[in-house]
């Protein structure tokens, strides 16, 4: 009897351990194998969107568009007037650092190639194409920042043998930077192919990319050694030779021609009302095919956002507290020019400043302008969601006595003064009151017109374009014009401001200075005011710190309704031009800012990191 036991204990013990071995192999349940994420194109795409959504931003809708406000276009309104007192800009305003999204693209492109083996020679091309995109596109990001950076292809891996020195690499020339993203846009153009997809990089995302980073190289190249000291490094890190300008001009001008006689794209043009055509150009996400690369945002899956929320005009806000964040400076709105190609100031005095000038209505003073003032600024006069957007600023009594106007206005928005008309508008503008407009402007372009958006509840779906064919036209008219090319920087103008409004062929010539103007209104708002300026090294000019420069202050129009009874000027409207009450000091930005600083901690972890310049 014992013996059949012992038989039987060692039968089990046998199956057992005849089963160990598959029970050790088993796949966990888990954990996800990296031989099943790189044979598996779905997971390889989710990979890919989150890279996507890792993809450095200046400003964008969801990221740092406080930064609309620290510049010229816009100032602060909401709470808070810290943002309107910038002394100087800190050299570490716009550091970038970012090498984990670099390693990760790196440590995806060797998975791939090491452990996709079910995957389609095609789809090996394809991922890799679009990883060595982003790849290029990060780099890109850090170069305009921060000049040359470590040009990183590979994993680095440490082998703990106390020696880091293989992994710290000393930073790049900043025009080798420039060239590599030029030579991988062109490996991966044609393997990317002619996507449809505006929100995934196809083969004239690439060209886009190349388009905007070639010109800042070259204007780098041309404008920084026209200062009367260059900023540059011994080892190049920093200033590129102006003998490559013309190299980099041409290759920008053909990138973005590739893409404006592609077919694959053209100016949004659908809507007759220009003003709201321009608007839709940006906003309108379906059969608008000038977006060329956009970071979207769904319903569908709940992935919104507030700037909506916080920059929708007072009086047409939903149920948020909060409201009236960026809004336009005066500045801004008067370089868009008028219609007859004169000088966009707004005529608010008579011609010997005597007397004001008298508007029947208050959108009257900004007849007659270039349309895309419409599409970006909502001013006095204009609708958002087909309810007036009230800006008025007070009343303008006369007063016999004095012969003169008296100023009366309120801190209750909506007011009624003692005529039974109109005081201090619903949405301002107001001197000291938070929430409202300082400037009296209002944000329009990015600004969602849907009904709810407005609400913490439901927030936006509008998207942040990143590439558009518009800003295609002006890469390739200021290339052109670099080149010696007036003829087709001319024809690219003219087919942007015919767009506005502007009668066909209205410049018969064109300057850098025009062209920096056609920059400042078409761009206005979409992340390029600061890069601009940096890269034509004007940047310390315009924003030079001293309060009588009339470029680094901030300005506002006050709109007031005329109390003159008896008087043919009574009911009319007059507007007084003034510094931005609120706005704090002028803005300064410093040769050391042309290039930010390098973060302290990343010179003591690798010594043969230099700093840049002034730092």
Known sequence: MKKLSLKICVAASMLVFAGCNDWLERKPQNIILE?????????????????????????????????????????????????????????????????????????????????????????KAQFNAELRFLRAYVYFEHVKRMGGVPLITKQLIYDFSGDPSSLQNPRNKEEEVYDFIASELDAVKDVLGNGTSNTRANKFTALAVKSRAMLYAASIAKYNNQLASPISTPGGEVGISAARAKDYYTQSLAASQEIINSGSYELYKTNPDKGVNFYEAVTKKSANREVIWAQDFLVSKDKRHGFTYDNIARNVREDNLSSSSITPSLNLVEDYEYLDGTSGELKNRNAGNSDYVYYDKLQDIFANKDARLYGTVIYPGTSFRATEVQIQAGVKVWDNATNAFKTVESNVLGSTYEDGGLLTGS??????????????????????????????????????????????????AEAALELGQAADALKYTNTLRERAGFPANSLKSVTLAKLQNERRVELAFEDHRVWDLMRWRIAHEVWNGNASNPDAVIYALYPYRVVRPGHATHGKYVFDKLVAPRFRAPRFFQMGNYYSSIDQAVIDNNPKIIRNPFH
């Open 35 to 123: 031989e099943q994420v790189w044979n598996d194109p779905k997971m390889i795409t989710g990979l890919l969107a989150n890279y996507y959504d890792r993809l450095p931003a200046h400003t964008s809708l969801t990221t740092g568009w406080a930064e609309f406000a620290a510049y010229d276009e816009a100032m602060w309104s909401n709470n808070d007037d810290g943002r309107n007192n910038i002394i100087n800009y800190p050299f570490e305003r716009w550091r970038l650092w970012d090498y984990g999204l670099i390693r990760d693209i790196n440590l995806a492109l060797e998975s791939i190639d090491k452990h996709a083996v079910k995957l389609s020679d095609a789809q």
């Open 427 to 476: 949405s301002g503008p107001q001197r000291s009151q938070t929430e409202v407009s300082n400037t009296g402007f209002y944000l329009r372009k990015y600004v969602d017109q849907t009904a709810m958006s407005s609400t913490r509840g439901i927030r936006s779906d509008m998207w942040w374009v990143r590439f558009r064919l518009g800003e295609i036209y002006l890469n390739a």
